[in-house]
């Protein structure tokens, strides 16, 4: 029976690893600025040894920079798939769908163990047709390979509670992979304080739980103040909580209705969903059958509860103290709708026995609608990515005559653009960022260094911060125009050594 079950998880695992493969085909995984830094820093890895990202200011005299804004978790993945012989991009998408292969078979296994057999199949189509989940898959995120470690994390908590330190190695793991992941670790280390015993065993559970997060934590700080750089400071209140309240709530509508629409009746929907699946938890906690399985039940939801809870508290505070612009988007609460979905496909294994026929018939009913609710919003998710591309990997780039410029001519200047992340990812070359200050002596400044290292400034319709217009800064320098494309100009400081063209793609 545990050969048969074991398989189960492992063959579902290997379907959903292929299935990621599928759907990350070219044009896909789509690419964002985001992922320069995973994809960047990890072929440098790869390449020097170091972990730097193909962008730095315009007066730094190296064009790239150390890796900071990520930690090194997924960079450093990336660059062990490129050491077998793959593309940094191709590294990533098969990282991507390892990663789906461990987070499927594990979660099997621990619902199998806690639940039922039927409990972790159950979780896994629901995790299938949620458009939250689904999309981390077809672009190069980090979140595939934090999902794999929150869900390894979980799995030790509830299996192996006698084990604290591998719970600990899953939340340092965590924490390597995203900052968020700062919350596993709290998480583990509260759940080692909380279990029942004497306190000098509860001191030594968290000691033994925070050696793989302490080392992890202190290594990658070290490493930051080794190389001059600095993670994301807590700074003073950020404004506009309002707004990210109102996207969290959206986000959360969406995933509880999906496929609905918008307006007030897809807000009803989500509003009853959600008190239906409040309902199943409490009935599913306070009628639990006394059985081998109860005790590994209550650990958990217990072990859920505590993680959700966390990783809610962590990044309600980083959107508050540390960054303005952090979204409330169904990429950052992914992780909650993983463990809320964990929690509902027990609840409904555990109370399937106790309804009615008519009661089943009207929970299945309404599952299977959720779920192909949501499939329909990822086939034509997938539909676009196949067709168009999406982000840096889109057709309007890949291929394109402002790429076959930036591969052809760009190879004789230095650049300088207003999208350095749109550069890697047509050329495979770093570059630097424009001045984000029109003071006289800074652009007086960078037009000396565009003589100097024989520099073209870039200027794409797309940036990816706030910055001077390119446009500008070639009129008030004044520079010329050596060559325009419906998506691209490119100027530089001297008289222009070919005479202005304009390629269409």
Not at 453 to 461: K, L, Q, R, W
């Amino acid at each position: 029976m545990r050969g048969r079950r074991v398989a189960t998880a492992w063959i579902l695992g290997a379907l959903v690893c292929g299935g990621v493969v599928h759907i990350s085909r070219p044009p896909a995984p789509g690419l964002d600025p985001d992922a320069m830094s995973y994809v960047g820093a990890g072929e440098s890895l790869a390449r020097t040894g170091r972990l730097r990202i193909p962008d730095a200011d315009w007066w730094e005299p190296d064009s790239t920079s150390a890796l900071a804004q990520f930690p090194a978790g997924f960079p450093a993945a990336i660059a062990f798939g490129m050491g077998a012989g793959l593309e940094p991009v191709q590294s990533a998408r098969v990282v991507e769908a390892l990663a789906a292969l461990g987070t499927v078979v594990a979660l099997v296994l621990l619902l199998q163990s806690t639940a039922g057999p039927p409990a972790g199949v159950i979780a896994v189509l629901l995790l299938v047709a949620t458009p939250a989940i689904f999309n981390n898959y077809i672009r190069v995120l980090s979140e595939p390979l934090f999902l794999l470690c929150l869900v390894l994390t979980l799995a030790a908590m509830v299996l192996r509670p006698q084990r604290p330190f591998l719970a600990g190695l899953g939340a340092a793991a965590a924490e390597l992979v995203r900052y968020v992941g700062n919350s596993v670790g709290i998480a583990v280390l509260l759940w080692a304080l909380g279990r029942s015993g004497p306190w000098r065993t509860r001191v030594e559970r968290v000691l033994e739980a925070a050696l793989p997060i302490g080392v992890a934590h202190v290594w990658w700080r070290v490493r930051l103040f080794t190389v001059g750089a600095e993670s994301p400071p807590i700074t003073h209140w950020q404004r506009g909580y309002g707004g990210t309240l109102r996207e969290g709530g959206r986000t959360l509508v969406a995933w509880l209705a999906p496929s609905i629409g918008s307006g007030a009746v897809t807000t009803l929907l989500a509003l009853v969903v959600l008190a239906g699946s409040v309902l199943l938890l409490r009935r599913s906690l306070r009628r639990m059958p006394r059985d081998g399985r109860a005790t590994a039940r209550r650990r958990l939801f217990n072990a859920i509860g505590l993680l959700a809870l966390c990783y809610a508290a962590v990044l309600a505070l980083s959107r508050g103290f540390v960054g303005g612009g952090i979204p409330f988007d169904e990429r950052l609460l992914s992780p909650l709708f993983l463990l809320a979905t964990v929690a509902a496909a027990a609840c409904l294994r555990i109370r399937w026995s106790a309804w009615s026929g008519p009661m089943r018939a009207l929970v299945a009913t309404i599952c299977v609608a959720w779920a192909a609710g949501g499939m329909m919003l990822n086939l034509d998710q997938l539909a676009g990515l196949q067709e168009d591309g999406w982000g840096y990997s889109g057709r309007k780039w890949q291929p394109s005559a402002e790429q076959q410029w930036l591969q052809t001519e760009g190879r004789h200047y230095q650049l300088f653009s207003n999208n350095p992340m749109l550069v890697y990812f047509l050329t495979g070359r770093p570059s630097r960022e424009l001045p984000d200050t029109a003071d006289a002596g800074s652009l007086r400044d960078f037009r000396g260094t565009l003589e100097e290292e024989n520099g073209a400034m870039i200027g794409f319709d797309e940036d990816y911060r706030r910055m001077d217009p390119a446009a500008f800064l070639a009129a008030v320098l004044p520079l010329h125009p050596l060559a325009r494309f419906d998506h691209m100009t490119v100027w530089t400081p001297g008289d222009a050594k070919h005479p202005p063209t304009r390629t269409q793609p």
